[in-house]
């Protein structure tokens, strides 16, 4: 791996973004003020037994009460974008129907303050929490809830798209497919292949609905989606490797992006989804595609597999102890930043996608607030590292223009609550107060920020 005691702002190109990022759930708090319906997260966090240490997003950040103050850092570190999220469920508590005023008031509020610092807004409209209204009548499982999000996406875009020109609609619909529908570890806890397979089915077409949505409601509407991408590797280059590698990428990869790329579904790399076709209508093959204006990339960790004797799954992924040969961050994951090179090579490959933004990647260690200071030698080491691939993929013409933090600041954590801490930014979450980690002074000298 090459030096990185060169890496400068400027390697990077003048038009490039630098962004940090979070999400509604993770950060609002506000669980049920102002008219704010329940989620699928309040629910299942609600339920007990479900989050490590009982923890709950019913306060997380309260970025809702708080985001002046945290915008203020994202500016005072250097940063010219803020990724947030919409909640769902904020706007309309009962996913469809009735508008909440307040709920849309807030996100004016975070555009604005945004706006009024100098930092792009880049809201993600789906973001995991959606309204426990929608979930009771069958949730992504329910056809039905193509037009719903259609419903939800035309009221934000109405109301934020005079101001907001860079869009997401999805964040890594694999995340909550596989771990929410699939596997149940998530939200809603539900563990069927039936539920996942018409689930990611009507996430593809949603997909293409809210894109289309902001095309016809923003002026100038610049509209992308993110995928989480986990390069696959096994011991060996056998056949029946080659098999495996194969059929896992397909459920934790290709089945997300190929059918919006109009590529269909790869079914013939992995039999397990060949039940999709039950939830295929005629028409969905052209409905279902996008020309996206970028595709966000995330990344984290690769992921090993090893072949498994089963017709119809051929692999499965190894435990995380097999990666012990690698630095390994708080949330088990290896550390090994070539595979974000990877990751950007390969959707650069497909040659449907005009531009690639790095719209997460981070790192959980085990931080300690000492004297008013976090070192967090780890994680400035993970960023240069990671950023050195991005300047690679640039110099090798992959077009990658922008990268976000993950995270602005340290929040809850999904199913592992709050032990893991993401942020450049740390937060005690008993009293809320913030404090600036060494990981972000370092992106305020490279961004070129005045120290403060």
Not at 69 to 95: K, M, N, Y
Not at 220 to 229: E, L
Not at 335 to 346: A, K
Request: charged residues 25%.
């Amino acid at each position: 791996m090459a030096a990185m005691t060169d890496l400068q702002r400027g390697d990077f190109g003048d038009e490039f973004t630098w962004g940090v990022a979070h999400a509604s759930y993770q950060v609002e708090g506000a669980w049920d003020a102002d008219g704010k319906g329940p989620s699928i997260w309040d629910a299942f966090a609600h339920g007990g037994g479900r989050i490590r240490g009982g923890a709950t997003g019913d306060v997380a950040c309260d970025f809702y009460h708080r985001y002046e103050t945290d915008t203020d850092l994202v500016r005072e570190l250097g940063f010219d974008a803020q990724r947030f999220s919409i909640s769902w469920p904020r706007v309309l508590p009962d996913g469809v129907g009735r508008v909440n005023p307040a709920g849309l008031d807030f996100y004016d509020r975070v555009v604005d303050a945004c706006l009024e610092r100098g930092v792009q807004p880049w809201p993600t409209l789906y973001h995991w929490d959606l309204p426990q209204a929608l979930q009771d009548r069958g949730g992504w499982a329910n056809r039905s809830i193509v037009g719903w999000f259609e419903e939800y996406v035309q009221v934000v875009a109405e109301r934020l798209g005079d101001r907001v020109r860079d869009w997401m609609v999805f964040n890594e619909p694999c995340s909550f497919l596989v771990v929410g529908h699939l596997l149940g570890y998530h939200a809603p806890g539900v563990r069927s292949l039936r539920t996942y397979l018409a689930g990611t089915h009507h996430v593809n077409l949603a997909q293409a609905v809210g894109a289309r949505v902001l095309r016809a409601t923003v002026a100038d509407a610049n509209v992308g989606t993110t995928h989480i991408v986990t390069p696959m590797t096994t011991a060996g280059d056998t056949e029946r490797d080659r098999r495996a590698r194969a059929s896992l990428d397909v459920i934790a990869n290709r089945i997300f992006w190929e059918p919006n790329l109009g590529l269909g579904y790869p079914v013939d790399d992995a039999p397990l989804i060949a039940g999709i076709d039950r939830y295929r209508k005629a028409g969905d093959d052209e409905d279902v595609r996008v020309d996206w204006d970028f595709v966000g990339v995330q990344y984290y960790q690769r992921q090993r597999v090893l072949s498994w004797p089963v017709p119809k799954l051929r692999g499965i992924p190894l435990p995380r102890k097999d990666f012990r040969r690698y630095e390994i961050t708080a949330m088990g994951w290896e550390v090994q930043p070539d595979g974000l090179y990877e990751s950007l090579e390969r959707w650069h490959a497909y040659g449907r996608i005009p531009t690639l933004i790095v719209t997460e990647n981070g790192a959980a260690f085990p931080d300690h607030l000492v004297e008013g200071r976090v070192h967090d030698d780890r994680r400035i080491a993970f960023y240069r590292d990671h950023l050195a691939e991005v300047r690679r993929a640039l110099g090798d013409g992959i077009p990658v223009h922008g990268y976000f933090c993950w995270s602005l600041m340290d929040n809850f954590e999904w199913a592992e609550g709050y032990d893991p801490r993401f942020g450049l930014v740390h937060v005690d979450f008993d009293t809320q107060a913030r404090t600036v980690k060494d990981s972000g002074r370092w992106f305020q000298g490279f961004l070129g920020a005045d120290a403060t």
